[in-house]
C-alpha cells in the first residue's frame, strides 16, 4: 500500500511571506473591529511597511478565507477595498500588490518637515489653557453671574420659531434680526451711526481682525499697534505676513510722531482707544481727530477694537472713533466674549461706509453662516431688555469688585507698585520693579490656582517700563483678592531671595539593636529646616 503525503499547513498553502496573518488569529472578540476590519489593517499595514512588495501575488480569496477561519465574503470584500485604494492591481493572472512609491531607506524614519510657514513663526504663543477659573484671570466675565435661565428661554424660543431650518448655513453676514439689534444698541450705547448692511457677524474679535486684515492689506504692508498692546490683534497682523510696528501707548493713549507718518506709514492701525489694553489708557478726543485725519491722507483703516468699553465706572461711556466723522476710515471691532461669556463665540465689525459695496460681497464669499440658533436667541435676548438689564447688573458688579481689588492692593501687597487703568473694563495693571519680573512670578502664581498675565508680553519692544501684571477681577470673587495679593507678595520675596547654600547633614547613626527593653532611647539629630519640623516655605 503505498503511503499517502501528509496535507499541506496553511503556512505552506499561503507562503511565507503570509505568516503574519496567521501567527495572531483573527478575534471575534465582543466590542473589538471586525473581522473585516482587522483583515484590512493587516494587509493595509503589510504593504506600507514592505512585507508585501510590489508585484507580490495575493492568494486567491477561497484559499485565505479557508486558511484564516472566515467567510469568503470577508475576504472578497477587503480585497475590493484595497483594490479601490490603490493597494492592490486585480487581473486575470490574480491580484497582486500595486508599486507605491517609497521614501529612500534614510528617510523612512524621519517626519514631515517640522517647520511653519514664515508667518506661523512669527506668531508669539501664551499658554492660557484652563485659566478661565484661575483667580486674577484678565478678560474673564463674571460666569456665575450669567442669567442662564433667561438665555435658556432665548435658545428654546428661536429653536421653536427656526426649526430645522436652522441646521443649514445661514446668511454670510449674519442674521439681520441680530444685526439690526446690534444697530439699535451701538446708536443708543456708542453714538455709532450704521446701517444693518455694514454690520458682519463674526466669531468672536479674533475672526473680525482677521477680516480686516485680509480685506484691505496685501503681504509686507505695514500696521502699527499699539505697545504694549493686545496680543489678539499682533496675531492677526502676524498671519496677514504684515511688517508690524510697535507704537507707544502713554496715558492719553496711541502716541504717534510726524516722523512716524513720514517714516513707515501705516496701512492698517490697530487701538483700544476706549479702554487701551492692557493700559487702561483712553485715547483723548484731540488724538482721535488726529488719527482719522492722518489716516484720510495716508490712505490708512483704523481698528477700533472697542472690546470692554461697556464698562465704564466712573461716567457714561464714551463716543466711538467710528462716530466722530462722517464716513471715517474705521473698521470697529466688538465682542460678546466679555459682556456674556466667551464660549458664545459671537463677535461683530462694522465695516466703513465707503467700503461696504466692494467688501460686501468679498466677505459673502468668505464667510459661511453658522451659528444660527445662538444669533436669534442673542437677538432676542438683546430686544427683550434681558442683555441691557445684564450690562448693568455686571456694571455695578465690576465697579464693587474693582473698588475692593485697590483697597486690597493698598492693604494687603506690601510690594512697591504702581496701579494703572480701572476707568473701564474688568482688570487692573500693577507695575512692579525690575527686580519682580512678571514672566517668573506669573509661572510661579499658576501653581498656586491664580493666572494673572505678565505684562511684558503684550510688549514688542523691550521696555523697563513694561514689567508688571494684569491682574483680572471680572471672575473673581472679592473674597479671594487679599489671600492671593499676599500670596503673590510672597512669590515676589521668594524670587528676590538667592539660593540658599547647601548645608551639609551630619551623618545618621545606625540604629542600633537592643536585646530587651533598652533603659535610655537613642538620640538622633533634627531635621534641618524650618522650626518645628517641616521643609516646605
Same mark, same amino acid.
Given at each position: 500500500?503505498?503511503?499517502?503525503?501528509?496535507?499541506?499547513?496553511?503556512?505552506?498553502?499561503?507562503?511565507?511571506?503570509?505568516?503574519?496573518?496567521?501567527?495572531?488569529?483573527?478575534?471575534?472578540?465582543?466590542?473589538?473591529?471586525?473581522?473585516?476590519?482587522?483583515?484590512?489593517?493587516?494587509?493595509?499595514?503589510?504593504?506600507?511597511?514592505? $512585507?508585501?512588495?510590489?508585484?507580490?501575488?495575493?492568494?486567491?480569496?477561497?484559499?485565505?478565507?479557508?486558511?484564516?477561519?472566515?467567510?469568503?465574503?470577508?475576504?472578497?470584500?477587503?480585497?475590493?477595498?484595497?483594490?479601490?485604494?490603490?493597494?492592490?492591481?486585480?487581473?486575470?493572472?490574480?491580484?497582486?500588490?500595486?508599486?507605491?512609491?517609497?521614501?529612500?531607506?534614510?528617510? $523612512?524614519?524621519?517626519?514631515?518637515?517640522?517647520?511653519?510657514?514664515?508667518?506661523?513663526?512669527?506668531?508669539?504663543?501664551?499658554?492660557?489653557?484652563?485659566?478661565?477659573?484661575?483667580?486674577?484671570?484678565?478678560?474673564?466675565?463674571?460666569?456665575?453671574?450669567?442669567?442662564?435661565?433667561?438665555?435658556?428661554?432665548?435658545?428654546?424660543?428661536?429653536?421653536?420659531?427656526?426649526?430645522?431650518?436652522?441646521?443649514?448655513?445661514?446668511?454670510?453676514?449674519?442674521?439681520?434680526?441680530?444685526?439690526?439689534?446690534?444697530?439699535?444698541?451701538?446708536?443708543?450705547?456708542?453714538?455709532?451711526?450704521?446701517?444693518?448692511?455694514?454690520?458682519?457677524?463674526?466669531?468672536?474679535?479674533?475672526?473680525?481682525?482677521?477680516?480686516?486684515?485680509?480685506?484691505?492689506?496685501?503681504?509686507?504692508?505695514?500696521?502699527?499697534?499699539?505697545?504694549?498692546?493686545?496680543?489678539?490683534?499682533?496675531?492677526?497682523?502676524?498671519?496677514?505676513?504684515?511688517?508690524?510696528?510697535?507704537?507707544?501707548?502713554?496715558?492719553?493713549?496711541?502716541?504717534?510722531?510726524?516722523?512716524?507718518?513720514?517714516?513707515?506709514?501705516?496701512?492698517?492701525?490697530?487701538?483700544?482707544?476706549?479702554?487701551?489694553?492692557?493700559?487702561?489708557?483712553?485715547?483723548?478726543?484731540?488724538?482721535?481727530?488726529?488719527?482719522?485725519?492722518?489716516?484720510?491722507?495716508?490712505?490708512?483703516?483704523?481698528?477700533?477694537?472697542?472690546?470692554?468699553?461697556?464698562?465704564?465706572?466712573?461716567?457714561?461711556?464714551?463716543?466711538?472713533?467710528?462716530?466722530?466723522?462722517?464716513?471715517?476710515?474705521?473698521?470697529?471691532?466688538?465682542?460678546?466674549?466679555?459682556?456674556?461669556?466667551?464660549?458664545?463665540?459671537?463677535?461683530?465689525?462694522?465695516?466703513?461706509?465707503?467700503?461696504?459695496?466692494?467688501?460686501?460681497?468679498?466677505?459673502?464669499?468668505?464667510?459661511?453662516?453658522?451659528?444660527?440658533?445662538?444669533?436669534?436667541?442673542?437677538?432676542?435676548?438683546?430686544?427683550?431688555?434681558?442683555?441691557?438689564?445684564?450690562?448693568?447688573?455686571?456694571?455695578?458688579?465690576?465697579?464693587?469688585?474693582?473698588?475692593?481689588?485697590?483697597?486690597?492692593?493698598?492693604?494687603?501687597?506690601?510690594?512697591?507698585?504702581?496701579?494703572?487703568?480701572?476707568?473701564?473694563?474688568?482688570?487692573?495693571?500693577?507695575?512692579?520693579?525690575?527686580?519682580?519680573?512678571?514672566?517668573?512670578?506669573?509661572?510661579?502664581?499658576?501653581?498656586?490656582?491664580?493666572?494673572?498675565?505678565?505684562?511684558?508680553?503684550?510688549?514688542?519692544?523691550?521696555?523697563?517700563?513694561?514689567?508688571?501684571?494684569?491682574?483680572?477681577?471680572?471672575?473673581?470673587?472679592?473674597?479671594?483678592?487679599?489671600?492671593?495679593?499676599?500670596?503673590?507678595?510672597?512669590?515676589?520675596?521668594?524670587?528676590?531671595?538667592?539660593?540658599?547654600?547647601?548645608?551639609?547633614?551630619?551623618?545618621?547613626?545606625?540604629?542600633?539593636?537592643?536585646?530587651?527593653?533598652?533603659?535610655?532611647?537613642?538620640?538622633?539629630?533634627?531635621?534641618?529646616?524650618?522650626?518645628?519640623?517641616?521643609?516646605?516655605?
Amino acid at each position: 500500500m503505498k503511503e499517502g503525503r501528509a496535507a499541506p499547513t496553511d503556512s505552506e498553502v499561503l507562503g511565507p511571506q503570509f505568516d503574519f496573518l496567521l501567527q495572531e488569529p483573527l478575534s471575534r472578540a465582543r466590542g473589538g473591529d471586525s473581522l473585516q476590519k482587522q483583515l484590512l489593517h493587516r494587509l493595509r499595514t503589510a504593504v506600507l511597511d514592505g $512585507r508585501l512588495p510590489a508585484g507580490s501575488r495575493l492568494p486567491g480569496s477561497r484559499v485565505l478565507a479557508e486558511s484564516l477561519g472566515v467567510s469568503r465574503n470577508t475576504v472578497t470584500l477587503v480585497y475590493d477595498v484595497l483594490s479601490t485604494e490603490g493597494y492592490i492591481e486585480p487581473s486575470r493572472q490574480g491580484t497582486r500588490i500595486a508599486a507605491l512609491p517609497r521614501p529612500e531607506p534614510e528617510h $523612512r524614519a524621519l517626519s514631515a518637515p517640522a517647520t511653519l510657514a514664515r508667518r506661523g513663526e512669527r506668531i508669539r504663543t501664551l499658554d492660557l489653557e484652563g485659566t478661565d477659573s484661575l483667580t486674577f484671570a484678565p478678560g474673564v466675565p463674571a460666569l456665575a453671574q450669567f442669567p442662564l435661565a433667561a438665555w435658556r428661554r432665548s435658545l428654546d424660543r428661536a429653536l421653536q420659531q427656526g426649526g430645522t431650518e436652522l441646521l443649514g448655513y445661514g446668511p454670510p453676514r449674519g442674521e439681520l434680526s441680530l444685526r439690526t439689534a446690534i444697530l439699535r444698541h451701538l446708536a443708543l450705547a456708542r453714538g455709532m451711526h450704521c446701517t444693518p448692511e455694514q454690520i458682519v457677524i463674526t466669531e468672536g474679535a479674533q475672526e473680525a481682525l482677521s477680516l480686516c486684515v485680509r480685506l484691505v492689506t496685501d503681504p509686507g504692508d505695514t500696521a502699527w499697534v499699539e505697545d504694549p498692546g493686545y496680543r489678539g490683534a499682533q496675531t492677526a497682523l502676524a498671519c496677514g505676513d504684515l511688517t508690524v510696528v510697535p507704537v507707544p501707548v502713554d496715558a492719553e493713549g496711541l502716541r504717534t510722531s510726524a516722523s512716524d507718518w513720514k517714516n513707515r506709514p501705516p496701512r492698517l492701525v490697530c487701538t483700544t482707544p476706549a479702554h487701551q489694553y492692557p493700559t487702561g489708557a483712553v485715547l483723548t478726543a484731540s488724538r482721535r481727530l488726529d488719527l482719522i485725519e492722518k489716516c484720510r491722507l495716508h490712505g490708512a483703516w483704523i481698528v477700533e477694537d472697542d472690546y470692554d468699553s461697556e464698562f465704564r465706572h466712573s461716567q457714561e461711556p464714551l463716543a466711538c472713533v467710528q462716530g466722530l466723522a462722517p464716513g471715517a476710515p474705521v473698521f470697529y471691532v466688538g465682542t460678546f466674549s466679555k459682556t456674556l461669556f466667551p464660549s458664545l463665540r459671537l463677535g461683530f465689525l462694522v465695516l466703513p461706509e465707503p467700503l461696504v459695496d466692494r467688501a460686501a460681497p468679498v466677505v459673502d464669499e468668505l464667510l459661511r453662516g453658522g451659528h444660527r440658533c445662538e444669533q436669534l436667541a442673542l437677538a432676542h435676548f438683546m430686544e427683550s431688555g434681558q442683555y441691557g438689564r445684564h450690562l448693568a447688573r455686571m456694571r455695578r458688579l465690576y465697579r464693587r469688585r474693582r473698588d475692593a481689588l485697590r483697597t486690597a492692593l493698598a492693604e494687603h501687597f506690601d510690594v512697591p507698585h504702581t496701579v494703572t487703568g480701572g476707568d473701564s473694563g474688568m482688570h487692573l495693571t500693577v507695575r512692579l520693579p525690575l527686580d519682580a519680573p512678571d514672566q517668573p512670578l506669573t509661572r510661579a502664581a499658576r501653581r498656586h490656582r491664580m493666572a494673572p498675565r505678565p505684562l511684558s508680553q503684550h510688549s514688542l519692544l523691550p521696555d523697563a517700563a513694561h514689567n508688571g501684571l494684569i491682574l483680572g477681577y471680572g471672575n473673581t470673587p472679592e473674597s479671594a483678592f487679599a489671600p492671593g495679593l499676599r500670596q503673590l507678595a510672597h512669590l515676589i520675596r521668594e524670587l528676590d531671595r538667592p539660593p540658599r547654600p547647601a548645608v551639609p547633614q551630619p551623618p545618621r547613626p545606625s540604629r542600633p539593636h537592643f536585646h530587651g527593653t533598652p533603659k535610655t532611647a537613642p538620640t538622633y539629630p533634627p531635621p534641618v529646616g524650618r522650626p518645628g519640623g517641616g521643609s516646605g516655605p
